[in-house]
């Protein structure tokens, strides 16, 4: 049972990540961060340009920052409600399935399927 919860963690994370949008949300705020890095570097304008340029993007980076944490903080609620469930009905104690998910092997076997995954949904949608 203990794994069979901690994959139902695993299987719960990834869908929240998802359908949360965390990713794309962490990629708008690295593209805006990056336009703020080139107007700081864009010789064509001045001083006060690139001051406006870069004090708007540090207020839209800390929305980001503010959507970034709600999205995260949700997500791993998503993801403990499945060990907390079967701690609180007995099925399975979070220690041991918090153990388990902290093994190496896990960890390895874990990554390297949902990298794989990953992978093959963009060769699959791109075939499309």
């Given amino acids: 049972m203990i794994v ?7 299987v719960a994370f990834v869908l ?9 949300t962490a990629i708008s ?7 703020a890095v080139a107007a700081m570097r864009d010789p064509s304008l001045n001083e006060e340009a690139r001051e ?8 839209r980076l800390f929305g980001y920052f503010g959507q970034i944490l709600w999205r995260f903080l ?17 099925l ?3 220690e ?7 093994r190496w092997d896990v960890i390895i076997i874990l990554s390297v399927s949902l990298i794989a995954l990953w992978y093959l949904k ?7």
């Fill in 122 to 128: 963009g060769r699959v949608w791109t075939l499309k």
């Fill in 96 to 102: 041991a399935v918090t153990a388990w998910l902290l």
């Fill in 4 to 10: 069979a919860v901690g994959l139902t963690a695993v």
């Fill in 52 to 59: 406006t340029a870069v004090q708007r993007a540090s207020l």
């Fill in 92 to 94: 399975a104690e979070t």
């Fill in 29 to 35: 705020a690295i593209n805006i961060a990056s336009a």
């Fill in 16 to 24: 929240a990540l998802v359908a949360l949008r965390l990713i794309p």
């Fill in 74 to 90: 949700t997500i791993l609620a998503i993801s403990a409600a499945p060990i907390l469930t079967a701690n609180a009905l007995g």
